[in-house]
């Protein structure tokens, strides 16, 4: 199975700063990397599919980048309601894998 | 819009066997994938397995091979997943997600997830 790892396992942050997740895969999954984020008690939600395609109706402070193993999730300017744990899900080879989980507090 | 809705919370005891529903509104059932992925409580995200509702074909993670099944019925817009033998560390949210094949596979959107409880 494909292991993917994120970092950090969570990290806190004030409104509007620049947050990085960074998501690592154990073998080359080309583009095929999706970014879902849950808040607390909620299911998951699709924020970006393919590496850095942005879901209708998602804010654009969100963006995706990277290529083979590594890759990125960015929240330009973090806001109250980006409170939540996110997910990097591979989808290049059966089983699907996600990451582990990066919980994002706000300061 | 588009939605899944998905059946209540149950408590099992180990060993036994839960069928989890959900049904589908808002698009055509029979042109997506129906994936199920549980979560544990305090855990992450742990993908089980998919369902292809026109071809009536599923893959399944091979950690849940031999006791996990994947259904639909297509006269109600609903797919199931029936977990067999359960055991306590069974107990968690089971999800179902409509999947999108382009560019790979991806999921939305999610239904509200049905926890199973397995105790004794």
């Known amino acids: 199975d494909i292991q993917m790892t994120q970092s950090p396992s969570s990290l806190s942050a004030s409104v509007g700063d620049r947050v990085t997740i960074t998501c690592r895969a154990s073998?080359?999954?080309?583009?095929?990397l999706n970014w879902y984020q849950q808040k607390p008690g909620k299911a998951p939600k699709l924020l970006i599919y393919?590496?850095?395609t942005l879901q209708s109706g998602v804010p654009s402070r969100f963006s995706g980048s990277g290529s083979g193993t590594g890759f990125t999730l960015t929240i330009t300017s973090l806001q109250p309601e980006d409170l939540a744990t996110y997910y990097c899900?591979?989808?290049?080879?059966?089983?699907?894998?996600f990451g582990q989980g990066t919980k994002v507090e706000i300061k | 819009q588009v939605q899944l809705v998905q059946s209540g919370a149950e408590v099992k005891q180990p060993g036994a066997s839960v069928k989890v529903s959900c049904k589908a509104s808002?698009?055509?059932?029979?042109?997506?994938?129906i994936h199920w992925v549980r979560q544990a409580p305090g855990q992450g995200l742990e993908w089980m397995g998919r369902?292809?509702?026109?071809?009536?074909?599923?893959d399944y993670a091979q950690k849940f091979q031999g006791r996990v099944t994947m259904t639909r019925d297509t006269s109600i817009n609903t797919a199931y997943m029936e977990l067999s033998s359960l055991r306590s560390d069974d107990t968690a949210i089971y999800y179902c997600?409509?999947?999108?094949?382009?560019?790979?596979?991806?999921?939305?959107?999610w239904g509200q997830g049905s926890l199973v409880t397995v105790s004794s």
């Open positions: 997600a409509r999947g999108h094949r382009s560019l790979g596979d991806w999921f939305d959107p």
């Open positions: 808002g698009y055509t059932f029979i042109d997506y994938y």
């Open positions: 369902l292809n509702p026109n071809r009536y074909v599923t």
């Open positions: 073998q080359s999954i080309d583009g095929y």
């Open positions: 393919a590496t850095s």
């Open positions: 899900h591979q989808s290049y080879k059966i089983p699907w894998t």
